[in-house]
């Protein structure tokens, strides 16, 4: 089965810019795959912020932005605060199926 | 604004077949171009796909579970339910209902899973 791959985690000083990545074990991920990003804080269930690779809800702060990055799907958060601290997991749609990401880890110290 | 809670036991013996419901509120799960799904995620563990229902009825599974799992509808009481057979102590987890929606805008598919229940934790044991 696929796997799709998250760096573990990331510790990020306030104020500064971090980018989080999603990478497919079938290969480049593409825009075909629709990625979507959440973020989870301890307790809560996951809360939507990116869907088809750029797209914004209307709640998603405007520091958060995707892209696709070197064959995979990324999530830049740009003038990190402190209350982004959380874990963060993509999500891949594969013909149908989705598979979602090992998840990372963002500290923010 | 939908909506989405999940309800059922909160524990369920070993061998035994785990059944949840999500209700839906604030809209109708026949609105045409979503999708229902269910998503789990063990105790300190990431997060796993199970399946999907469209309202109409199709569904579609992830392959590890497929054998195992059947989600279906119930448009008369705008819910959607979750069963899963077989239960191991490797099913404990807390189980998400979620919503997502597939569609053409602007010259564009889109796939977006915009709306999360709040969980409920089913623990497999004894």
């Known amino acids: 089965q696929t796997v799709v791959t998250q760096e573990p985690s990331l510790t990020v000083s306030p104020g500064e810019t971090v980018t989080l990545t999603c990478a497919s074990s079938?290969?480049?991920?593409?825009?075909?795959?629709?990625p979507n990003w959440f973020q989870q804080k301890p307790g809560q269930p996951p809360r939507a912020l990116i869907h088809s690779t750029t797209q914004k809800h209307s709640w998603t702060p405007a520091r958060f932005s995707g892209s696709l990055l070197g064959g995979k799907a990324a999530l830049t958060l740009s003038g990190v605060q402190p209350e982004d601290e959380a874990e963060y997991y993509c999500l891949l749609h594969y013909a149908g199926a989705y598979v979602f990401g090992t998840g990372t880890k963002v500290t923010v110290l | 604004q939908v909506q989405l809670q999940e309800s059922g036991p909160g524990l369920v013996k070993p061998s035994q077949t785990l059944s949840l419901t999500c209700g839906v509120s604030g809209g109708s799960i026949s609105s045409g171009g979503y999708y229902w799904s269910w998503v789990r995620q063990p105790p300190g563990k990431g997060l796993e796909w199970i399946g999907y229902i469209y309202y109409g009825g199709n569904t579609f599974y992830n392959p590890s579970l497929k054998s195992r799992v059947i989600i279906s509808v119930d448009t008369s009481k705008n819910q959607f339910s979750l069963k899963m057979k077989s239960v191991t102590a490797a099913d404990t987890a807390v189980y998400y209902c979620?919503?997502?929606?597939?569609?053409?805008?602007?010259?564009?598919?889109?796939?977006?899973?915009?709306?999360w229940g709040q969980g409920t934790l089913v623990t497999v044991s004894s």
């Open positions: 079938s290969g480049a991920v593409t825009s075909g795959y629709y």
């Open positions: 979620v919503r997502h929606r597939y569609y053409y805008e602007n010259n564009d598919h889109y796939n977006s899973f915009d709306t």
